[in-house]
């Protein structure tokens, strides 16, 4: 496959992640884990298909995403004189992925023990472990986004906004992790801007999805040139 293929290949993997992702609101709730412990099993298992789909759905989210982040590493790899922070974007990128498939793991034996009627205790830990494991996401987001802006922004490998955009979201994502050390369950107000963040660099992904898309397309190569800010 060319690099200018690739490179389209890369763009509607990360739009695609984005739809997958918007598709799992229409998926069921997890659970609240301050529910009854009598209920939590019966709400779960009489739904189990629904919450099945979610796990299914945040799979193939992954490997959209995934593809998006080898194309995009390999977008900025060509503009760097020789190996740089883009290898810190790959590296979070793959680091975000795999808490995605220990959380997507977690949630499926959640479901499973609660099919399968386990003790109400082992459903209530494997509850509270779902709803936490994702956190430490904001570090491996940090790593991704740091990467991208220290190799983007001095090479002009993307338009100058996406690079600035990066590096906002990379300082924003450490500063929100400060959240655990709240005595907030949810992280308090650092946890609630967390997941705002968290929608909003979805934004990010599909603007860069699209700006890879059309330079794939353009007339210039980015292979040999990075594109103008």
Do not use: C, K
């Not at 695609?16 to 099993?41: E, H």
């Not at 494997?126 to 990467?147: N, Q, R, T, V, W």
């Amino acid at each position: 496959m060319s690099g200018l293929a690739w490179q389209r290949l890369g763009g509607v993997a990360g739009i695609l992640f984005v739809a997958l992702f918007i598709a799992n609101f229409f998926t069921p709730s997890t659970p609240d884990a301050d529910d009854p412990s009598s209920g939590l099993a019966r709400e779960i298992a009489d739904d189990r298909s629904g919450h099945a789909l979610s796990v299914y759905l945040d799979g193939l989210s992954i490997v959209a995403f995934l593809v998006f982040v080898a194309a995009l590493w390999t977008l900025l790899r060509r503009a760097e004189p020789e190996q740089g922070a883009s290898l810190v974007a790959l590296l979070g990128g793959l680091a975000l992925a795999s808490v995605l498939l220990v959380s997507d793991g977690v949630y499926l034996a959640l479901v499973e023990a609660a099919d399968e009627g386990r003790e109400p205790a082992a459903i209530r830990a494997l509850l509270e472990l779902d709803s936490i494991i994702f956190i430490p996401a904001g570090f491996a987001l940090a790593a991704l986004y740091a990467g991208v802006a220290l190799s983007a922004i001095p090479t002009r490998s993307l338009p100058g906004w996406l690079g600035w955009s990066a590096a906002a979201f990379a300082v924003f994502f450490i500063v929100t992790q400060l959240g655990i050390l709240s005595d907030s369950e949810d992280g308090g107000v650092l946890g609630i801007a967390f997941f705002l963040g968290l929608l909003a660099q979805f934004l990010w992904v599909l603007a860069a999805s699209i700006v890879m898309i059309r330079a794939a397309g353009a007339p210039s190569n980015i292979a040999q040139r990075a594109v103008p800010a």
